[in-house]
């Protein structure tokens, strides 16, 4: 049973900084895909990054590039993301997904398999 697990999320001010881990289990081939999704009230759930299975493709939303990173441990099986200079507009619940992807991170919705529970996060102006 995979199973990926969200943690890190809170209240911030505008400004400052939050780090997202994501822990998968249960995936028996660990070729996959890790990305972060954020739905925000009343909004359609967006892509925001994703990171191929080596970590070579790093694809990031307009709306995040140059102040969120994303990364991985394999080891860990665990997908972060570091987030920096949060803005208000950032506030979502923030999804960890999982696909079935060797040498791409795909950033559309409909390509993942696996996706966690989400986690709160509220940037304060």
């Known amino acids: 049973q995979v199973q990926l697990v969200e943690s890190g999320g809170g209240l911030v001010q505008a400004g400052g900084s939050l780090s997202l881990s994501c822990a998968a289990s249960?995936?028996?081939?660990?070729?996959?895909?890790l990305g972060w999704f954020r739905q925000a009230p009343g909004k359609e759930r967006e892509f925001v990054a994703a990171?191929?299975?080596?970590?070579?493709?790093?694809p990031y939303a307009d709306s995040v590039k140059g102040r969120f990173t994303i990364t991985r441990d394999n080891a860990k099986n665990t997908v972060y993301l570091q987030m920096n200079s949060l803005k208000p507009e950032d506030t979502a619940v923030y999804y960890c997904?999982?696909?079935?992807?060797?040498?791409?991170?795909?950033?559309?919705?409909?390509?993942?398999?696996?996706w966690g529970l989400g986690i709160q996060v509220t940037v304060s102006s």
């Open positions: 249960g995936l028996t081939d660990s070729s996959y895909a």
């Open positions: 997904g999982a696909a079935r992807k060797l040498f791409t991170a795909p950033t559309d919705i409909s390509s993942y398999n696996y």
């Open positions: 990171i191929s299975w080596a970590g070579g493709s790093t």
